[in-house]
């Protein structure tokens, strides 16, 4: 007969095992994450050096054509940043919705830890009751080897 303890074990390692699942995910939404923020600095960066910089022509004048060409150059690399900025945002959200999702999966897995822990105290308590029984009750037997 299989004790509670070895059932729940059983029990609690599939839902150990999905949470080791979850970890992987919040590591893999993390990594991404991480990834995203890099090339939003980096875009950044970008930016403000390119903006720094001051278009010049021929004599240190530039022309109308080459100041708007300038011009829409930065508002597409503030356009990159925005979106760039966006694709962070719902890492974040992914990031923390992964977490919220691990955090009660671990909750769930330690409630049943310590469901199997107490189930195993429980059998070992009765376990060593049982021994303990037997050994009281060894003296009041007659003894069946004092005879031969």
Same mark, same amino acid.
């Given at each position: 007969?299989?004790k ?5 074990q059983r029990?609690q ?5 999905e ?12 990594? !991404?994450?991480?990834?995203? +923020?890099k090339? #939003?600095?980096? %875009?950044r960066q970008?930016r403000s050096e390119? *903006?720094?910089r001051q278009?010049?022509g021929k ?6 054509? !080459?100041?708007?060409?300038y +011009?829409?150059? #930065?508002?597409r %690399?503030d356009?990159a940043?925005?979106?760039? *900025?966006?694709l962070?945002?719902?890492?974040k959200?992914?990031r923390?919705?992964h977490? !919220?999702r691990?955090?009660?999966?671990r909750?769930k897995t330690e409630s049943?830890q310590r469901v199997?822990?107490r189930y195993?105290?429980?059998e ?6 049982a ?14 080897f004092?005879?031969?």
């Open positions: 007969m299989k509670r303890s070895d059932r729940i029990v390692d599939i839902a150990e095992n949470e080791r699942g979850y970890s992987r995910a919040l590591g893999e939404a993390q990594r !991404q994450l991480d990834e995203q +923020q090339r #939003l600095q980096e %875009l970008y390119y *903006a720094s278009p010049r004599g240190g004048a530039i022309s109308s054509v !080459q100041w708007a060409d +011009q829409n150059f #930065l508002r %690399l356009d940043v925005h979106a760039q *900025a966006q962070v945002a719902d890492g959200r992914n923390d919705a977490r !919220q691990w955090m009660k999966k909750q049943l199997v822990d195993r105290s429980d070992l308590r009765a376990d060593e009751r021994e303990q029984k037997i050994q009281d009750d060894l003296p009041l037997q007659p003894n069946q004092a005879r031969r």
